[in-house]
């Protein structure tokens, strides 16, 4: 799956309806109302909203999300999935497929090439000859 809102999706469907119950209780014995005040109005909130952000925008750089993300495309993979009907005559044909990727995965600065030296290190090179 291209994106990773399908495995959310796959996963809310699953364990919300066991989960339910104990969020419920647990709203039911704290004061929800209070506590998303606070974090949005105390002290320090600008950096709280700021970490919000960057959490709810770049959450692959996590620990362990990778490890989901893996075990997530194998179990949808090899459990989920329906088995396809292909014949050996079918085995060199190509296969399109369609992806997608964030902006945040994007590469936004060029790699450095071997071409890309200092003006200090080609005066060097460029002495060392007689």
């Known amino acids: 799956m291209a994106s990773s809102v399908g495995s959310l999706n796959r996963i809310t ?17 704290s004061n929800v109302t209070t506590a998303i005040e606070a974090f949005f109005t105390g002290p320090g909130r600008t950096s709280r909203i700021v970490a919000l952000a960057v959490i709810l925008f770049n959450w692959k750089s996590f620990p362990l999300v990778w490890t989901f993300r893996i075990y997530n495309a194998m179990i949808s993979h090899f459990l989920v999935r329906p088995d396809h009907d292909h014949t050996p005559d ?22 450095r090439t071997s071409s890309a030296t200092s003006s200090r290190g080609a005066a060097t090179r460029s002495t060392a000859t007689p």
């Not at 079918?90 to 790699?111: I, N």
């Open 13 to 29: 469907r699953i364990a919300g309806p066991a989960l339910l119950p104990a969020i419920a209780y647990g709203a039911y014995k």
């Open 90 to 111: 079918k085995l060199f044909h190509p296969v399109k497929t369609e992806t997608h990727v964030t902006l945040l995965e994007t590469s936004t600065f060029p790699a």
